[in-house]
């Protein structure tokens, strides 16, 4: 079986495909969004580098599968093809994050300030994942203008974002700090 390049020079003038063969600039909406997709998956792998629970790593595993068939999602022509064959996000996986968020939140201290990004290693990864997520958020929604995107999907990232908020306390509450923003400093 011959060896596959990785350099194509099809993308070499400022265009590529997407799944279907359809040809779009590089600066395409769509390719903003996995693009973004596939930076948080990035992230997410950088975040499981720092953390030591078992049941955390299973779920960070499962977000980045997840998140890689979103972003094949997103490369695809979603105007040609079912909404029902398109459903890649089903009610499960918003379910699953939803149960691991009412999970840590009972373990956590309730929060009565905002949180600065911070308090350990681990925490900062996960509040960059946050933020790079709702970044992702915004560029699906800008898709979503122009073609068809499963809800699924946007409700599946909307609260992956509230998960790495979760995680984060969880990690500084564990091995760190919690940052509170204090106004009163800064002046």
Not at 87 to 98: F, P, Q, R, T
Request: net charge neutral.
């Amino acid at each position: 079986m011959k060896k596959s390049l990785v350099y194509t020079k099809t993308g070499d003038k400022g265009k590529t495909s997407l799944v279907g063969g359809k040809r779009v600039a590089k600066a395409h909406i769509r390719l903003e969004a996995y693009g973004t997709i596939d930076e948080l998956n990035s992230f997410t792998g950088s975040l499981i580098c720092q953390i030591e629970d078992e049941g955390d790593l299973k779920i960070l595993s499962y977000i980045q599968h997840k998140l890689f068939t979103v972003g094949s999602y997103l490369a695809t022509e979603t105007e040609a093809i079912s909404p029902k064959a398109a459903s890649i996000i089903i009610d499960k996986d918003i379910a699953l994050l939803e149960n691991e968020m009412d999970r840590m939140d009972s373990e956590l201290p309730p929060l009565r300030q905002f949180v600065l990004p911070g308090g350990s290693e681990a925490a900062a990864r996960a509040h960059i994942c946050r933020t790079v997520c709702r970044r992702a958020e915004r560029c699906i929604y800008r898709v979503k203008e122009e073609f068809p995107v499963d809800d699924n999907i946007m409700t599946f990232v909307n609260r992956l974002s509230d998960y790495f908020f979760l995680l984060s306390r969880k990690e500084c509450n564990k091995n760190g700090k919690e940052i509170f923003w204090n106004q009163e400093i800064i002046q």
